[in-house]
């Protein structure tokens, strides 16, 4: 049944996503992000089976009412990719302004699991700072402003 709904979520245009979303949604958001960087200083990144324009993105998901930011990274990891991390720091938090919702990006690494695709991410790789793929704006910039500072 959730494939389904992806399936059908991935054909409907972004303003009717949008709509549903703030109906279904409380108010406010908040979104945990893991940025992965492997030994070679490429970031990690899942191709969403959701995303009709956009499929390339950061490893994300919503934090649930009682739960800790930390474990819900770890949660929302491992449920989409069947990695284990360990987070290592809060990066940064930023407020989306046309999504209204704070997203904590922490740094994390991989301490086991092997891949194995789900129903939101299909496949995951690598990527440098220069080959990064067609992806939302708001994500690519803010991988390109984290990864200078490294």
């Known amino acids: 049944m959730k494939l389904f709904l992806f399936k059908l979520w991935k054909q409907l245009p972004f303003q009717l996503k949008l709509f549903i979303s703030r109906l279904v949604r409380p108010k406010y958001m908040v979104a945990v992000a893991a940025i992965i960087i492997d030994n070679e200083g490429k970031i990690l990144l899942g191709k969403h089976t959701y995303r009709k324009y956009h499929p390339w993105g950061i490893l994300a998901g919503n934090l649930e009412y009682g739960e800790a930011p930390e474990n819900a990274i770890i949660r929302e990891v491992k449920e989409e990719t069947g990695l284990v991390i360990e987070v290592q720091s809060l990066l940064k938090a930023v407020s989306a302004k046309e999504d209204h919702h ?49």
């Not at 699991?113 to 708001?138: D, H, N, Q, V, Y």
């Open 102 to 150: 704070i997203s904590l990006i922490y740094q994390c690494n991989i301490t086991d699991g092997e891949f194995r695709p789900s129903a939101e991410i299909e496949k995951i790789k690598c990527f440098s700072s220069k080959e990064l793929p067609f992806m939302l704006k708001t994500e690519k910039t803010l991988l390109e402003g984290l990864m200078k500072r490294e």
